[in-house]
């Protein structure tokens, strides 16, 4: 049968690497990379025969690789006067239908110029046939016998739902003016920033000090990052008084503002401004 159904039961063992690999890769990417797990394969050099690489999980054309416990990988010594270009890679092994992955370093050619990468398997393990795989993971370059600064060469993945986080969201509220008055918020989040159009009628009137501020709403999934945002608002008042008030935001609430002496607000009195600013996860 050329169907196989990954996720229903059929009787018999007809799931297999394959098949996982090809459902991860269709939704995660076809490539190699980094998942935001634990501590993202993080080198640490120990000395200069000794790195040693953290825990995380490896996504390799859809096929995952757990470290789960910080292993040591060793770098054969350098020459002196020369220079020379090692690889740590992540290297998928299949042998008699038995996969495994394990951590190499691969050795560079030692030169006097400028030293180049080892080459290393880029088959796709995808295609089926492919027997050896590396996820070049860091370059570790060695000038005679110092091992110098690894360089990152794999690309970190987030999660679904830090991608969802950078596409365009809805902000989420709750009423925090009085139960008669009408507030509305609307908006979106794009790239970490709001943009709102807040409308308040206040339903009874009163007597508005100076600098008295009447909170309006408050956002419930974003917030600032502490700093306070004030915005000019459009009202209905007297001539008097208008220009004066303000619609403003300060960590999760959204409040209103009057800025001139005091003055007496005349009941069903409409107060709206359009508010962009920066904003994190709650």
Partial sequence: MTIDFITGKAGTDHIDGDDWRGMNASMIGLDDYVMKLRNQLAITVQDSNHVVIDTGMAMMNGGA?????????????????????????LRYTRTNSIEKAQLVCLKGTPTTGTPADPSYNRQSILLGSTTVHDM??????LNGITLGTPVKLFRTLGSLSEVWDSLTQTVTWSKLADGADTVNVTGTVVNNTALLRVYWMNNGGFNSPSWKRVSLARMLNFKTNGEGYDFPCAENTGSDTAGSGIIGVQNQEIYWQHTGGAYDIPKQQWHQAALVFPVVRV
Avoid: F, H, M
């Fill in 65 to 89: 690789a757990n470290v789960t416990a910080a292993e040591t990988v060793t770098v054969q010594s350098g020459t002196q006067g020369q220079k020379r270009n090692d690889l740590i890679v």
């Fill in 136 to 141: 070049p993971l860091y370059r570790l370059p």
